[in-house]
């Protein structure tokens, strides 16, 4: 019986894929093993594998469309023995869990421009897919009526909330996912949104808001929406009223995800910032001596001092372990281990890959972790365990000539530390001027689960490892 | 634990106190109910249980007297009164016991007297005004109830004035009556004296009957009842009662001003009532009474620790099935149960047993409106039902009040056959939570009365199937 290839799920949060492009063609033979197709996720670009051996029936979806629910059959695998006339024996696909609407993409042969339904993006969630089935093939994809998607937070599991929290918390642009349930079982009800409403409402645009104004109606929160475009103006009717020339570049996942995690970060969590300049010459120091001793020995590393950073952040968390931490709603977590999320900057946006454990490495490994992680992310070839689950991240964009910025947190994280450039700088040192070469550093606090002091301390800390950088080679 | 010692003590064993008490029990308390009357309290033994049972054999002389509309035919219908009496009391002395066996099932220890506050954590009991015993408990939950109120220039007499004991166990039927107030009290015994064949007049001081209900029930109730044939005046004051031997005359001052007498054989005083918050020993204790009621929090505590209240003498509504969630939810809150939630007084259902029969839960569309909603209102009448009218119930209403922007089911009205019976569906709603939505996509099955409940709710967003 011919076999579905389905949406296969990269990562546990993935809902749903862009084909990014097709690898094999109807009628080619494959085994296992051999790259079918590349799917687009929100950070990265992966290969889907063939699981059978067999040959391509029929491709269910054209290559760049957006938004494919996992699951979903995107090609039809004929088994050996097998031809184009016993396509219509093809099983039905699983019904997707939740977010998927059932039925495949005739994409094929629709010929022309994009292809109906599932096509619409990441807007998808409010249009569940019709049955649409390709011809042939619809005796077997009628069962899967189009079920409105049960909402879900960001580990997949389903959201519980009554039917009037739903659509109140849809029509005041809230993210169910975000909210504690005060019902039965932690159900969300009315109260909850309600609250949220309240809570959110004032937080928003607090500069904004003058003394005495009444607050905004809870039916025009628009910026707790995700992403929030149309918070005051909206770009594209001003630039047209305006008649200002401009191009309109569609959002890549990416984006989309930067967009959305950065506007609820900046949103809901509650920042604060601590800056300090460190002295880095003997960084510099020993960094050459190193590298001059990797050389004479035919090793096959170079430190950045960017390695450097990434060390004394992982042994500064060990040290202060408080700063390690993630807001979790009711609780707090405290991770026993430094995963340092490291930005990188990559065509179309930024990634963070993280170098786990990086308290238990030396700063070789982790320098040659560092390496092959941007390489491969600027490449798209990143797995999603290698850019997901950090617990601190590190942005350095002194190589970009900048002094010193302050970044925003990347939730659930608590603390991301804005590395600015190495300078020679006028210093005073024992009632004398001198240069040394300084660094400003800004650490951003989640300030639910850290407080200034403990942001404090791990400055200080930080500072003790680089500018005594022997300390941290043990 | 001392044998007079307790975790939790209930005063009054109504459909409050017993409850509490079960629940308390049920919690692995040790738990004391003292009970200076009835088990049961006014709702099983003089209020909601036996009126039901009255009025069920008024619906039987009715429907006997319409025969021939189902093509039956019979001569010489007749009642005994004292036989309609002692089936309203079998069923409130059957229940009473069923009470008493459901509170020794839970190992409630039942103390037969009168509680008073005596100091903190300490009951005193009296039985015919001696003092017989003190209880000890950690927790104290007054539910002494409340009894009908009197009006000072019309006391009953349990001779020509009736309160509605008097009036649940009349010797013989009287041939003219005169029923003062359109509560629910009221309006059921206007409802059953009629149908029963008495000749019935209604004298309400606001400008509508059912006054806590919806206007437009109010209205549709009214036409109902004048078509069958109760006169009613609204706005209207009995000013005086004069008792006379075999009867009483009173005098009504009427809208436009003017009184007239009028001479009828007893006269029933339903105004409402007032707590039982004397003779507590609420004197010295941090228990507050305001309006005649008593004060709590949402967790049904008084201002004096240890000391709790529930049920018609913490206020309105005065009704069986909200006395008894506010004992559960104080008991619950006592053992510190999670789950325990406050009682949401809007969401409680409210039901009239007259001919026919009103039931409502949420706000009126005028309450929704002045709680500053925007409402789509939907109504569905009995006569576009086919259930109602093989019943030969044509005459009754649906109602049904959305707030616009959320979809929230604010509240539903309903007059008709049944409708007390229908009225939990729409309570479950709210309680859920559901919107419109949720209600259309429900399946309700034909042929029911219950199919109304789904019309009306379309009908509310210009949908409706059947009418």
Request: some cysteine; hydrophobic content about 40%; aromatic content about 4%.
């Amino acid at each position: 019986m011919p076999v579905n290839i389905l949406m296969p799920a990269l990562s546990p949060t993935m809902t749903e894929g862009n084909l990014a492009k097709w690898h094999v063609k109807p009628g080619d033979t494959v085994s296992s093993g051999d790259i079918v197709a590349e799917i687009e996720t929100d950070k990265a670009t992966m290969e889907v594998e063939a699981v059978d051996e067999g040959t391509v029936g029929k491709l269910l979806v054209e290559e760049g469309t957006e938004g494919v629910p996992v699951n979903q059959a995107i090609a039809i695998l004929l088994e050996e023995g097998e031809s184009a006339a016993d396509l219509d024996k093809t099983p039905a696909p699983p019904a997707g869990d939740g977010a998927d609407g059932g039925g495949a993409q005739p994409a094929a042969e629709s010929g022309g421009g994009g292809s109906a339904g599932g096509a619409s993006g990441a807007g998808g969630s409010s249009a569940p897919q019709s049955a649409a089935s390709a011809p042939g093939t619809h005796a077997s994809l009628e069962n899967a009526p189009p079920a409105p998607p049960a909402p879900k937070d960001a580990s997949g599991k389903r959201v519980f909330a009554s039917p009037l929290a739903r659509r109140m918390a849809k029509q005041a642009g809230i993210d169910l996912a975000g909210l504690n349930g005060s019902g039965p079982h932690g159900r969300i009800v009315r109260s909850d949104v309600e609250q949220a409403i309240e809570r959110g409402t004032p937080a928003q645009q607090p500069a904004a808001q003058p003394a005495g104004q009444p607050q905004a109606q809870p039916q025009q929160p628009a910026a707790q929406k995700q992403p929030a475009p149309a918070q005051g103006v909206d770009a594209k009717a001003s630039a047209e009223q305006l008649g200002m020339a401009y191009e309109e570049v569609p959002l890549n996942n990416m984006r989309k995800t930067i967009a959305k995690r950065l506007s609820e970060s900046k949103q809901t969590v509650p920042h604060f910032y601590l800056s300090v300049d460190i002295e880095m010459d003997e960084v510099f120091r020993v960094r050459k001596e190193l590298n001059d001793r990797a050389q004479a020995r035919g090793e096959d590393y170079k430190l950045s001092v960017n390695d450097f950073i990434i060390r004394a952040c992982a042994l500064a968390l060990k040290t202060v372990p408080q700063a390690n931490a993630a807001y979790n709603g009711s609780s707090a977590l405290f991770f026993e281990h430094a995963d340092v999320s490291v930005a990188v900057a990559i065509e179309g946006g930024l990634i963070t890959p993280v170098i786990k454990k990086a308290e238990t490495k030396g700063l070789a490994t982790i320098s040659k972790e560092m390496k092959d992680l941007a390489k491969r992310a600027r490449d798209g070839k990143l797995k999603p365990e290698e850019y997901q689950g950090g617990t601190f991240s590190l942005s350095n964009l002194g190589m970009f000539g900048i002094t010193n910025f302050q970044a925003i947190i990347n939730p659930p994280q608590a603390c991301i530390l804005a590395v600015g450039k190495s300078e020679q700088r006028p210093v005073v040192k024992d009632d004398a001027l001198s240069v040394a070469t300084m660094m400003s550093c800004t650490l951003s606090v989640d300030h639910r689960v850290v407080d200034g002091a403990i942001g404090a301390n791990f400055l200080s800390e930080l500072r003790k490892l680089l500018e005594d950088p022997m300390s941290m080679l043990l | 634990m001392a044998e007079n010692s307790f975790d939790i003590a209930v005063v009054g064993g109504g459909p409050g106190g017993y409850v509490a008490a079960i629940r308390a029990s049920q919690l692995g308390f040790k738990t004391c109910v003292v009970e200076r009357e009835h088990l049961g309290g006014i709702c099983l033994n003089w209020g909601c249980i036996p009126t039901k049972a009255l009025l069920h054999t008024a619906q039987i002389n009715h429907l006997l007297h319409s025969l021939d509309q189902f093509g039956f035919k019979a001569d010489n219908v007749s009642f005994d009164v004292a036989k309609v009496v002692k089936h309203s009391r079998d069923t409130a002395n059957k229940l009473s016991q069923g009470v008493t066996h459901l509170l020794k099932k839970n190992k409630v220890t039942v103390i037969d007297g009168h509680a008073n506050l005596a100091g903190q954590g300490k009951l005193a009991v009296e039985k015919d005004g001696k003092h017989v015993q003190d209880v000890q408990a950690k927790h104290i939950i007054l539910a002494p109830g409340a009894r009908a109120r009197q009006l000072p220039h019309v006391e009953a007499d349990g001779e020509s004035v009736w309160t509605y004991k008097d009036a649940m166990v009349p010797k013989q039927m009287p041939k003219k009556i005169l029923v003062i107030g359109s509560g629910a009290i009221g309006m059921e015994f206007a409802s059953f004296y009629h149908d029963m064949g008495v000749d019935v007049t209604v004298a309400e001081v606001v400008d509508r009957i059912l006054p806590a209900e919806d206007r437009e029930i109010s209205d549709f109730a009214r036409k109902t009842f004048e078509k069958k044939g109760i006169k009613i005046h609204t706005e209207a004051n009995v000013e005086k009662v004069d008792k006379g031997k075999n009867g009483a005359t009173a005098t009504i001052r009427t809208k436009d001003g003017k009184t007239q007498q009028l001479a009828v054989d007893k006269v029933v005083l339903s105004v409402g009532i007032v707590a039982n918050t004397e003779n507590l020993g609420l004197d010295g204790t941090k228990v507050q009474v305001e309006k005649s009621h008593i004060k709590t929090d949402q967790w049904m505590r008084t201002g004096e620790p240890g000391v709790y209240a529930i049920g018609d003498a913490t206020g309105a509504p005065w009704l069986a099935h909200k006395a008894s969630h506010e004992g559960v939810i104080c008991v619950e809150k006592i053992a510190g149960l999670n789950d325990a939630h406050p009682l949401d007084y809007k969401k409680i259902p409210a039901c009239t047993y007259c001919s026919p029969q009103v039931a409502s839960v949420g706000l009126s569309e005028q309450a929704a409106k002045d709680a500053g909603h925007k409402v789509k209102v939907g109504r569905f009448p009995y006569r576009g039902n086919g259930k109602a009218l093989a019943m030969g119930e044509d005459n009754g209403m649906v109602k049904t009040v959305f707030d616009e922007t959320t979809g929230e089911l604010l509240g539903a009205h309903l007059i008709g056959a049944e409708v007390t019976e229908l009225i939990q569906g729409y309570s479950i709603a709210q309680t859920l939570e559901t919107t419109e939505t949720d209600l259309m996509h429900t399946v309700f099955p034909h042929p029911t009365l219950s199919e109304m409940m789904h019309e009306s709710v379309l009908d509310a967003y210009g949908r409706a199937i059947h009418f």
